[in-house]
């Protein structure tokens, strides 16, 4: 069913009282496709912008409880709290309210590399070359710098990236399963975008670690230059990148760069 906040439509499966985002400032953006159980708004408040992360309401996409999708809103937040870079959006303040459980963010302009925003996807793949380059190694740097805080990167994938076109700056919008390490999968299948996902990330029991985040990392550099294919012909760099590229994303975990930084030094030695 449609419901309205601020005169702003947004989709939910039963009536919900959504009020309470009001305290948060004026709603002008609704974020309600997830398949997460949140729902997501932009709001302005006293002339600044936050993106709210609401876990609690019945929302259209996501198929398991208000609860579960509370606790792990919930368990998210040290993730957040924790993890500095300056790529990383930037938390405000975290509270339970509503019935559920709310994440408030500074507001960051830019578009969603994701494919599930048309768009927006196809804008930042049309970026120059050198730009798209620069995102990749600061994709890199973030991983690297995940890893240093003792983290590692689960459900990393294109729709965790956004590009302001303005500034030029990339940002980190989504980092809600990122664990402490060491992480085994307990599983079998973890949450995130298969394009995206190591073989370990599909076996229960597996490590998940840096090595698997070198699969990642590849794979986004076929997001970036290829479209996600690993087609040679579709690759527009050199061969030395197409090489590395596909080094990463090996199903073989020894024939991976076996850290973040071995693989940005050598994609560093291509250019």
Known sequence: MTQYLDGT???VREPFDLD????????FRVFDGQDSG???????????KFFVK???APTMEYSGQPQDA???LKASLPVYQNLRHPCLIRLVEAEEIGGGFAMVFHWEDGDCMGRMYPESHARFLALPQKNRMDVFSRILGFLESVHSQGYVAIDFYDGSVMYDFQSGRTIICDVDFFARKPFVNHMGRL????RFMSPEEFQLGAEIDEVTNV?????MAFALFSHCSRRREDWPLGEGFFQLA???VCDSRADRPQSIRELRELWQKQK
Do not use: H
Not at 191 to 194: A, E, F, V
């Open 9 to 11: 439509a947004l989709q």
């Open 20 to 27: 309470f985002i009001k305290k948060y400032g004026k709603v």
């Open 38 to 48: 949140n729902l997501c708004f932009g709001t302005v408040k006293a002339g600044r």
């Open 54 to 56: 609401f876990a609690g």
């Open 70 to 72: 509370i606790a792990r």
């Open 191 to 194: 949450w995130g975008s298969s």
């Open 215 to 219: 699969y990642t990392a590849g794979a």
């Open 246 to 248: 596909s080094r990463a």
